[in-house]
């Protein structure tokens, strides 16, 4: 009985104890990493929130590139300083993402773009801009245009998302959002960082080891899983609403979508994808639509020149227009 009531205690303690370990290990680690990669950017303050933007290159308009859900900007960062070489060429992290701090709600496009007019106000960046979307960011980009039209003098979708493709290509649930939902409550208590799951996931990328090492350290943030599921939610809410897409009017366009998917479901429903990218060329009387025929939804990895093309040609379309 004394030896069962020893190994009962002893099972509590090291429940009690193993958490306090482990998030003390987790703040440490976060602590350490924000050290060793402190932000290449400035941060600028959002309604009581630090969001951190990174500008490089000179000229006019500014490009600003709009990621993902989920996606980290540091990831096109070889992509971003090839852009710079034509214009000013902004990233910004979304709140939870990259450096800037987290909200505890879910992220619809309206806000998406609410915040990023105060980042690009409270940064000083004032002149005309041309907007990069890739994915989710491409709904962002095209919400952006809809509340501050006077802004953007160009755009470029690159395997943007469309405002109806959940109700004209039903995606069937892939459950990434329960393996989250798991992640959300062993992030903060370091055990996401132990198993070396995200380590693993950079083993073979082409990235330079800087930029691999920095994306490492901003993955395994114990607030990313949190913020990926806010996004996330946010996402599906905007698809849900089965918005109409913005009418464009004659802005200088390019959109590029994949055209050789390694994804099952999309290649089984790309004649589908094709006509919602056409249908995204046609909202402004000067869009034109490429198809990548090298690339699944990656472009910026596969075909990164189609995009620098891309994003030059649109530039020098708005510097003409204006």
Same mark, same amino acid.
């Given at each position: 009985?004394?030896? !069962?009531?020893?190994?009962?205690?002893?099972?509590?303690?090291?429940?009690?104890?193993?958490?306090?370990?482990?998030?003390?290990?987790?703040? !440490?680690?976060?602590? #350490?990493?924000? #050290?060793?990669?402190?932000?290449?950017?400035?941060?600028?303050?959002?309604?009581?929130? #630090?969001?951190?933007?990174?500008?490089?290159?000179?000229?006019?308009?500014?490009?600003?590139?709009?990621?993902?859900?989920?996606?980290?900007?540091?990831?096109?960062?070889?992509?971003?300083? /090839?852009?710079?070489?034509?214009?000013?060429?902004?990233?910004?992290? *979304?709140?939870?993402?990259?450096?800037?701090?987290?909200?505890?709600?879910?992220?619809?496009?309206?806000?998406?773009? /609410?915040?990023?007019?105060?980042?690009?106000?409270?940064?000083?960046?004032?002149?005309?801009?041309?907007?990069?979307?890739?994915?989710?960011?491409?709904?962002?980009?095209?919400?952006?245009? *809809?509340?501050?039209?006077?802004?953007?003098?160009?755009?470029?979708?690159?395997?943007?998302?469309?405002?109806?493709?959940?109700?004209?290509?039903?995606?069937?649930?892939?459950?990434?959002?329960?393996?989250?939902?798991?992640?959300?409550?062993?992030?903060?208590?370091?055990?996401?960082?132990?198993?070396?799951?995200?380590?693993?996931?950079?083993?073979?990328?082409?990235?330079?080891?800087?930029?691999?090492?920095?994306?490492? !350290?901003?993955?395994?943030?114990?607030?990313?899983?949190?913020?990926?599921?806010?996004?996330?939610?946010?996402? *599906?809410?905007?698809? &849900?609403?089965?918005?109409?897409?913005?009418? =464009?009017?004659?802005?200088?366009?390019?959109?590029?979508?994949?055209?050789?998917?390694?994804?099952?479901?999309? $290649?089984?429903? =790309?004649?589908?994808?094709?006509? =919602?990218?056409?249908?995204?060329?046609?909202?402004?009387?000067?869009? *034109?639509?490429?198809?990548?025929?090298?690339?699944?939804?990656?472009?910026?990895?596969?075909?990164?020149?189609?995009?620098?093309?891309?994003?030059? $040609?649109?530039?020098?379309?708005?510097?003409?227009? &204006?």
């Amino acid at each position: 009985m004394k030896a !069962a009531k020893r190994i009962l205690l002893g099972l509590v303690a090291l429940v009690l104890v193993a958490p306090l370990l482990g998030w003390t290990y987790q703040t !440490a680690m976060e602590a #350490r990493d924000d #050290r060793r990669f402190p932000a290449p950017g400035k941060f600028v303050d959002v309604d009581g929130h #630090r969001m951190h933007i990174f500008c490089q290159g000179r000229g006019s308009p500014t490009v600003i590139v709009e990621q993902g859900i989920g996606a980290q900007p540091l990831s096109w960062a070889p992509l971003n300083e /090839r852009m710079s070489e034509i214009t000013t060429v902004c990233a910004y992290d *979304r709140v939870g993402m990259g450096y800037s701090d987290p909200v505890d709600h879910a992220t619809p496009a309206e806000e998406v773009a /609410r915040n990023l007019h105060k980042v690009l106000q409270q940064a000083g960046l004032t002149d005309d801009i041309v907007l990069v979307g890739w994915s989710a960011g491409g709904m962002y980009a095209r919400e952006y245009y *809809r509340q501050f039209p006077d802004r953007v003098k160009g755009m470029v979708l690159v395997d943007s998302s469309h405002e109806q493709q959940l109700f004209r290509m039903p995606v069937p649930d892939a459950g990434w959002s329960n393996s989250l939902e798991h992640d959300r409550y062993l992030a903060p208590f370091g055990w996401i960082r132990l198993t070396g799951e995200v380590q693993e996931q950079f083993a073979k990328s082409p990235l330079p080891a800087p930029i691999r090492e920095r994306l490492i !350290a901003l993955k395994l943030k114990a607030r990313l899983p949190r913020t990926m599921l806010a996004e996330g939610e946010g996402f *599906r809410a905007d698809l &849900r609403a089965k918005k109409t897409p913005p009418s =464009l009017g004659s802005l200088p366009l390019i959109v590029l979508s994949e055209g050789k998917p390694n994804d099952p479901f999309m $290649q089984e429903h =790309l004649q589908t994808w094709f006509e =919602l990218q056409e249908e995204l060329a046609h909202l402004s009387t000067n869009g *034109r639509h490429i198809v990548a025929t090298k690339s699944a939804h990656a472009i910026h990895r596969t075909e990164p020149d189609l995009i620098l093309s891309s994003v030059q $040609q649109v530039v020098l379309a708005a510097r003409g227009s &204006r």
